[in-house]
């Protein structure tokens, strides 16, 4: 079964500093895609970052990356230049091509001022 | 063009009510999927449409019926209503080949 686990409920960082946020995921296919969305109070689920699996070289969209580990199966996100827009819920989310995607239960980020 | 739309967005039910959850995208999107959200849980795929006229069970298909009605729409029936499916439904559509999902607002529901 694909599993995919974020190991911090809650992450706290200070506005303009760096942040990871972890995730690892279980599966033993090759092909398979994997995202961060981003959920804030709104509720509206927001597409960060996607990284295919067949990509060695991590994806980076402006102050957010990843540092993606195959044979780790990790995926962690990083923010740089933290803002306080980006207070959220953030979900790590797996896929394998076609199919459904399984999330992990997600990391509430706090931007403190 | 208005993405993912969901209706409604609250809703509170009686135990052993029935409801219809609606879901419409415009981008021409072949999948679509529906899940529920609850706390520290993330969210779990109830069913999806891979193409217009199929439908299969996800993770958590029990006390749901779906119908992908036509290529933009796939409704989400609960039949008897039950405490336990007090959530957040999000439905989501997939455009091909691309993998990422696009998200509608999310519909509150309340079964008391």
């Known amino acids: 079964a694909q599993t995919v686990t974020q190991s911090q409920p809650e992450m706290s960082v200070q506005e303009a500093e760096t942040v990871t946020l972890s995730c690892t995921y279980d599966?033993?296919?090759?092909?398979?895609?994997l995202f961060w969305y981003k959920q804030p109070p709104s509720r509206q689920m927001i597409l960060v970052i996607r990284?295919?699996?067949?990509?060695?070289q991590n994806a980076t969209e402006n102050r957010f990356s990843v540092n993606f580990q195959k044979a780790a199966k990790s995926f962690s996100l990083k923010i740089s230049d933290s803002q306080l827009g980006d207070a959220a819920m953030y979900f790590c989310a797996y896929r394998i091509a076609l199919r459904d995607m399984r999330f992990g239960a997600g990391t509430r980020l706090t931007v403190k001022p | 063009n208005a993405g993912v739309t969901q209706t409604p967005k609250f809703q509170v039910l009686k135990t052993g009510q029935s409801m219809t959850l609606q879901c419409a995208q415009d981008?021409?999107?072949?999948?679509m999927y529906w899940y529920r959200q609850d706390p520290g849980m993330g969210l779990r795929l109830i069913y999806y449409?891979?193409?217009?006229?199929?439908?299969d069970k996800g993770e958590v298909p029990n006390g749901y019926n779906v119908s992908r009605l036509n290529k933009r729409e796939f409704s989400l029936r609960l039949e008897s209503a039950a405490p336990s499916q007090t959530s957040v439904y999000f439905c989501?559509?997939?455009?091909?080949?691309?993998?990422?999902?696009?998200f509608g607002p999310g519909t509150r529901l309340t079964v008391l």
């Open positions: 990284q295919e699996a067949y990509k060695q």
């Open positions: 599966t033993s296919e090759s092909d398979y895609y």
């Open positions: 981008m021409n999107h072949n999948s």
């Open positions: 989501a559509s997939t455009p091909l080949p691309y993998n990422e999902q696009f």
């Open positions: 449409s891979a193409s217009e006229g199929t439908t």
